[in-house]
């Protein structure tokens, strides 16, 4: 027993002393990285312009197209108690739906107008649905929706306060006015 407790003994010792010696010595630390220096950069390219060819908005959010004397235009005239686009106002819609495409931080708002006759709820219902005619149409042909807002003001603005057909065909419209 005694043999065994000493055989197991020594067998201990053996594999300390191997396993001391197997010890590696200690790595010295790294030399430090040299600094590294960024490349000057000169610039080759002149400061970028602004592009001439940018349409332009004034101050009451009209458009004028690139080469153009006149601004697009914004105003959409209905029928009487109707919210269906012209042809005509279609072929206008589809260059502003161009500009609102190719410039997305352009944005749009609609707003809906009629004329004084019917009730003043009526009015406003259908001067939502004029704008949304509208906008329908600029997100039909590609325009985000995020780039369009709207808002019906029924009677409460009329372009001419006179009571006659004359003055109802001015009033009874959706007119778009933009932002950057």
Known sequence: ???QMFGAL?????????LSACQSAPQEPDPEPEEIKAPVVTPTDPPRQPDPALPTIDPDGNITLPGATEPLDAIFYFEYDQARLAPADIRVLAMHAQQLRAYRNFSVK?????????TREYNLALG????QAVRRYLISAGVRSTQIEGTS???ERPVDPGHDESAWAKNRRAVISYNR
Do not use: K, Q
């Open 128 to 131: 939502e649905r004029r704008w």
């Open 10 to 18: 020594s067998a201990l010792l053996l594999a300390g002393a191997l």
């Open 1 to 3: 027993m005694i043999r």
């Open 153 to 155: 003001f029924g009677e």
């Open 110 to 118: 609609i707003e809906g107008h009629c004329d004084e006759r019917g």
